[in-house]
C-alpha cells in the first residue's frame, strides 16, 4: 500500500507563505489530496490535483507535485491565523477506494 | 442532511466493555469509509463499504473490530471488549461511487477507554 510521510510542525507569521510538503511511496494514486483538520473538527477537504498535473493554484493555496520525486507541496500565500490547524496529505484513487494519509502537519501561525 | 453525522461525538468506557459507534452518511453516498485516528498519528483505514459489494475490511485492527451497513445507508461500528489502545477518534467519511470522488468527512467520535 501507499505509504504518506510529512513533516510534524511548522510555524509562520502571519502573512508569510506556508510550504508543507510530502513524500509519497506509491505511484498508483490517481489523486493528491490535501485535508485541513481544525481542533474538534472533522477533516476538510481544501484542493487536491490529478496525478498527470504538475501544479494547481486555487486562491491562496498552489499544490505542486513533483512524481518523479514522489513529492506533493501545498503553499498557502498570505498565511492568516485562521489557517492555524493539521494538514493532511493523503493519496487515492479509483483503484483504491480507501484514502492513505500521511501523519499530519501542525500549522501554527503567529501574529 | 447537510453533512455526514455521527454518534456520539464522545465515548468513555471502561476496559473490556463493547461500545457501538454511529454514522449517518450523506444521503446518495453509496461509498461510506471508517478512519480511526489516534493521539499523533495519521488517519488509519478500517473499512469501506461500496454499495452491495463485500466490505474491505483489510484495515481492521483485531477480530474485536467489526463494522455493518444497513439498508446501503447508516453504519455501525462495534468494538468488543474494548482496550485502553482502543482510544482514539473514529473518522466516518461518505462519498458517490468510485475512489475519484472527494469523501466528506463527519465530526468523529471520540473514544476514550479507561
Known amino acids: 500500500g501507499e505509504d504518506v510521510e510529512q513533516s510534524l510542525f511548522l510555524s509562520v507569521r502571519e502573512g508569510d507563505s506556508s510550504v508543507i510538503n510530502c513524500t509519497y511511496t506509491?505511484?498508483?494514486?490517481?489523486?493528491l489530496y490535501w485535508y485541513k483538520q481544525e481542533p474538534g473538527a472533522g477533516l476538510q477537504l481544501l484542493t487536491y490535483?490529478?496525478?498527470?498535473?504538475d501544479m494547481k493554484q486555487d486562491q491562496r493555496l498552489t499544490v505542486l507535485l513533483n512524481k518523479k520525486d514522489k513529492h506533493l507541496s501545498l503553499r498557502i500565500a498570505d498565511t492568516q491565523t485562521g489557517d492555524s490547524a493539521i494538514y493532511f496529505c493523503?493519496?487515492?484513487?479509483?483503484?483504491?477506494?480507501?484514502?492513505?494519509f500521511g501523519r499530519g502537519t501542525q500549522l501554527t501561525v503567529w501574529p | 442532511g447537510a453533512g455526514v453525522s455521527q454518534s456520539p461525538s464522545n465515548k468513555v468506557t471502561e476496559k473490556g466493555k463493547d461500545v457501538e459507534l454511529r454514522c449517518d452518511p450523506i444521503?446518495?453516498?453509496?461509498?461510506l469509509y471508517w478512519y480511526r485516528q489516534s493521539l499523533g498519528q495519521g488517519l488509519e483505514f478500517l473499512i469501506y463499504?461500496?454499495?452491495?459489494?463485500?466490505?474491505?475490511k483489510s484495515g481492521l485492527p483485531s477480530d474485536r473490530f467489526s463494522a455493518e451497513r444497513t439498508g446501503g445507508s447508516v453504519s455501525t461500528l462495534t468494538i468488543q471488549r474494548t482496550q485502553q489502545e482502543d482510544s482514539a477518534v473514529y473518522l466516518c467519511?461518505?462519498?458517490?461511487?468510485?475512489?475519484?470522488?472527494?469523501?466528506?468527512f463527519g465530526p468523529g467520535t471520540r473514544l476514550t477507554v479507561l
Open positions: 467519511a461518505s462519498s458517490f461511487p468510485g475512489g475519484d470522488n472527494e469523501q466528506f
Open positions: 506509491d505511484s498508483s494514486s490517481t489523486y
Open positions: 490535483i490529478f496525478s498527470n498535473m
Open positions: 493523503a493519496g487515492g484513487g479509483s483503484t483504491l477506494g480507501r484514502l492513505y
Open positions: 444521503s446518495g453516498h453509496t461509498a
Open positions: 463499504f461500496q454499495g452491495n459489494s463485500a466490505p474491505d
